[in-house]
Nanobody, 124 residues
Framework: QVQLVESGGGLVQAGGSLRLSCAAS????????MGWFRQAPGKEREFVSG????????YYTDSVKGRFTVSRDNAKNTVYLQMNSLKSEDTAVYYC?????????????????WGQGTQVTVSS
């Protein structure tokens, strides 16, 4: 069992930055691929970014490439999402999730555990 707790969300002006954190419980954190998803009001939850257990490989959806950076610290059981140059369309609840898989990461059903989410609001 893995429990995930996100933090770091908030209200920021367009062009600003936020860093989200996701702290995981358990001793097997390094074996999980971690993903970040977001869900805006009235929209489906969508993949944002992912990072494999070793941290060597990362993935991003096109709309955040060059602006967001995912990283992880396996010693601290934590994954991060650094978000720069934020836009109003980035406004959403952001979720972290843990997967036993290293492929198909954009698919929600590939993830075994989910956090409760943290709200990010970007004002224009």
């Amino acid at each position: 069992q893995v429990q995930l707790v996100e933090s770091g969300g908030g209200l920021v002006q367009a062009g600003g930055s936020l860093r989200l954190s996701c702290a995981a419980s358990g001793r097997t954190f390094r074996t999980y691929t971690m993903g970040w998803f977001r869900q805006a009001p009235g929209k489906e939850r969508e993949f944002v970014s992912g990072i494999v257990g070793s941290g060597d490989t990362t993935y991003y959806t096109d709309s955040v490439k060059g602006r967001f950076t995912v990283s992880r610290d396996n010693a601290k059981n934590t994954v991060y999402l650094q978000m720069n140059s934020l836009k109003s369309e980035d406004t959403a609840v952001y979720y972290c999730a843990a997967s036993r898989y290293s492929t198909g990461l954009i698919i929600l059903s590939r993830y075994d555990y989910w956090g409760q989410g943290t709200q990010v609001t970007v004002s224009s």
